[in-house]
């Protein structure tokens, strides 16, 4: 590589391989800027100087004007308002950014991990004495969560935080109530934590239908078989019987204790948590661009991590 200097404000690099240039050609090429003069503004060499096809030559900017350092990276950039900053003398002012959605993450209630292994439900029964009761172990999450519903709707009733509120049918929230005034002879948690609850909930879904005068259960006997006859099906209808009590339980059971409405059911928690937080991330965008501040950042931690 040659370099040649033809100005003060400018420089030409040409590159010459022993393939692309003999030595004769080297020899006018220094030849010819001995012969230019130092303060010359000429800048273009003679084409048979020049370099070939194939060669490759970078241009530089070896200066720019007073005062418009910064300027022509703030016109490519294309922001005219980084431009007329810089062109006044300030630095550009910083664009408001929301922070990051964070992923939406559901956890139950009153559930906490064991470390002996498994999953127990701590649940809130006194919230006057803030008294608690342990009930578990259970396999996971799921069931530790569904058996602290169940003890907190049967001492707290309408007032109990519920992981599944959707899943229970009235007459399972009655069939809780009447276990706890029973109090001396049903023990809930043990009920709940033995793996007796689903039998004897049955063995009461059966007594109500069997009741020759249904009283306060008249309103859910009528859903059974006016609301609800196209569930209970024409076979169990014609046969009556053990097979129509059957159906009976069926159509009353927990919710939650089907894996598939469960994951329905927590899909559409998740969807809503994650509408809240993006509608609550828009409000603090629009604070942020109208310069009335924006909330603090544990506030905000504390609303995303609540579950509805």
Same mark, same amino acid.
């Given at each position: ?22 030595s004769n050609t080297r020899v006018r090429a220094q030849l010819w ?8 503004? !000429? ?13 490759? +030559? ?36 910083? +664009? ?93 948690? +043990? ?42 099906? !024409? ?17 009353? !059971? ?5 894996? !598939? ?48």
């Amino acid at each position: 590589m040659q370099v040649g200097e033809l100005g003060e404000s400018e420089s030409v690099c040409f590159i010459l391989t022993r393939r692309e240039a003999s030595s004769n050609t080297r020899v006018r090429a220094q030849l010819w800027q001995a012969r230019t003069p130092p303060h010359s503004t !000429r800048t273009s060499l003679p084409r048979c100087l020049r370099t070939r096809r194939g060669s490759m +030559t970078t241009p530089t900017i070896s200066g720019s004007a007073p005062g418009a350092a910064g300027a022509p990276a703030a016109m490519i950039s294309g922001d005219p308002a980084a431009a007329a900053h810089l062109q006044a003398g300030r630095p550009p002012a910083p +664009t408001p950014t929301a922070p990051p959605l964070p992923v939406p993450r559901f956890q139950y209630a009153g559930v906490r991990p064991i470390p002996a292994g498994g999953w127990a439900a701590h649940v809130l029964v006194d919230p006057e004495r803030h008294a608690y009761r342990t009930v578990g172990p259970f396999p996971d999450a799921h069931a530790a969560a569904l058996a602290h519903d169940r003890v907190a709707i049967a001492f707290l009733g309408d007032r109990a935080r519920a992981n599944f509120r959707p899943a229970f049918h009235p007459i399972e929230q009655r069939f809780l109530r009447l276990c706890r005034t029973r109090d001396g002879e049903i023990d809930v948690c +043990t009920l709940v934590a033995d793996g007796m609850y689903e039998a004897r909930y049955a063995t009461f879904l059966r007594a109500v239908l069997g009741l020759e005068r249904w009283g306060e259960y008249l309103g859910v006997v009528l859903d059974f078989f006016l609301d609800r006859a196209a569930e209970i099906g !024409r076979e169990a209808l014609e046969e009556g019987g053990e097979k129509l009590a059957a159906r009976f339980v069926e159509m009353h !059971r927990n919710k939650a204790v089907d894996p !598939r409405w469960r994951a329905w059911y927590l899909g559409r928690v998740a969807a809503g948590q994650k509408q809240r937080m993006e509608r609550e991330r828009q409000q603090l965008l629009q604070q942020q661009q109208r310069g009335g501040g924006c909330a603090s950042a544990s506030a905000m931690q504390h609303q995303q991590q609540q579950v509805p």
